[in-house]
Every structure is written in structure tokens, then in C-alpha cells.
């Protein structure tokens, strides 16, 4: 089963308050992006890599990649407006013969095989794609104009993470739709998803606080 992956890197990182863009902010002595760059190169089930960098910074990704020994990656495009533009750029670059399409998040930098292997088991099981979930430990509550209009029923709900894993052709097939994550556009083409154990190190970096406590992890 060859297995590729999208890394999406290509956000602007605003909240970081930073003049680079997110995927260039500093991690320990590199830039974020090498670091699940590195574990993806390293990982056991990975044969291939896209990286999809913002606009402008495909160069210093392609110098990065080099830099870093990662001969997995084939190609480094160009990424769009959204991050499912994003996608869309890179898994046109991934190579027909791929079975499995795993797309990850750079601003998560703390991938490991672990969580990796947890998404691609159901996909051997009849399922279409598999997402890391945790449970929702505080009560979540709707809010407008800083007033709030409902506190939702917290049972079963569960925020989702990435590595996200789908059979190829199905996320190439729901591609072109909008969504916050690639597990919404094959749930909107009636795919089957599994929830898989997430992990807290996955932690989405928006901010420095983030990206602090990341490094303080590494
Ligand atoms: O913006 P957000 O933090 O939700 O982005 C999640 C991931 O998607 C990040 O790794 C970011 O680099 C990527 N992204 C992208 N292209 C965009 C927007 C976000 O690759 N246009």
C-alpha cells in the first residue's frame, strides 16, 4: 500500500504576529516546518511527500528539504487562498499509483508513527478516511456579540486533529469542496470517517504561547 503525504504549510500565520509566515517561524534552531517535515521523512509508512508552501517560500522549502536529508519529498507547491486550496494543489502532485493520502497540518509539528498508524488501520477496515479526535473536557457553549445564546450538549462531541488519512481516490473525488479539514469534504460526499485517539502534543501552533510550549515538548 504506497502512502503519500500532503503537508500543508502554506498559512499566512497572522496570529503569530510574526513577519514570516507561520511554517518560518522559529522552532528550537529551525523553522517550524522542518521539524514534521523530519518526522514524516522518517516515518516508516511514508513513501512520498508534497509540501504545499505559501506563495513566494517554495524555494527556501525545496533548500529546507535538502537541508534536511528528506529525499521523500517530490515536490514543493505552491498553496492557495484556503487550506483546502492547499490541498488541492498538492494531491495534484501526488502520483497515481498512491492507494492512501495522508494530510497533515505543519503547524503541528509533533507527528509521530504512533498516531500515524492509528489512522492508517481503518482504512484496511472498509473505512474511507480516519481522523485523530480528543474529547471535549470543557463545556462549549455558542456565543454572539460577546452574548451567549446556547451551551451545546457536550456528549459526543470531539475536536478533530490531523494526520488525517483517506483511500486516494476518495479525497481526490471530494477535493473541490470548502471545509476547515479534509474529513469534512469526504463527510460531505457521504465517506465514511473513523475517530481515531488523537493526541494533545498534536496541538495546533497559533500563537507564541504555542509555540513555546511545542519546543518546550521537543
Ligand atoms: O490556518 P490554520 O491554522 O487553520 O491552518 C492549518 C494548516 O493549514 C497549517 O499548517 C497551515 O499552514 C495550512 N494552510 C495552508 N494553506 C492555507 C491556509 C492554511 O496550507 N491557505
Redesign the pocket.
Known amino acids: 500500500m504506497s502512502v503519500w503525504a500532503v503537508l500543508?504549510?502554506?498559512?499566512?500565520?497572522e496570529r503569530l504576529g510574526d513577519d514570516r509566515?507561520?511554517?518560518f517561524a522559529r522552532l528550537g534552531d529551525l523553522p517550524l516546518v522542518a521539524e514534521p517535515l523530519r518526522r514524516l521523512e522518517e516515518s516508516e509508512w511514508i513513501d512520498g511527500i508534497i509540501v504545499?508552501a505559501p506563495a513566494g517560500w517554495e524555494e527556501p522549502c525545496i533548500v529546507l528539504a535538502e537541508e534536511l536529508g528528506a529525499g521523500k519529498v517530490s515536490s514543493v507547491v505552491a498553496?492557495?487562498?484556503?487550506?483546502a486550496?492547499?490541498?488541492r494543489n498538492a494531491l495534484d502532485e501526488v502520483p497515481d499509483s498512491a492507494a492512501v493520502v495522508l494530510v497533515h497540518?505543519?503547524?503541528?509539528p509533533l507527528v509521530d508513527d504512533d498516531v500515524i498508524g492509528r489512522v492508517l488501520a481503518p482504512l484496511s477496515e472498509g473505512f474511507d478516511g480516519a481522523v485523530p479526535v480528543l474529547a471535549l473536557t470543557d463545556t462549549v457553549k455558542r456565543v454572539r456579540h460577546d452574548e451567549v445564546v446556547e451551551t451545546l450538549d457536550r456528549d459526543g462531541l470531539v475536536v478533530s486533529q490531523t494526520p488525517q488519512a483517506f483511500l486516494a481516490d476518495v479525497l481526490r473525488r471530494a477535493s473541490s469542496g470548502e471545509g476547515?479539514d479534509c474529513a469534512s469534504l469526504v463527510e460531505a460526499q457521504g465517506g465514511r470517517i473513523k475517530a481515531v485517539p488523537g493526541d494533545p502534543r498534536l496541538l495546533?501552533v497559533?500563537s507564541q504561547d504555542d509555540l513555546d510550549l511545542v519546543a518546550s515538548w521537543l
Open positions: 500543508a504549510a502554506a498559512g499566512r500565520g509566515p507561520k511554517a504545499a498553496g492557495g487562498e484556503t487550506r486550496a492547499s490541498v497540518d505543519a503547524a503541528r476547515t495546533k497559533t
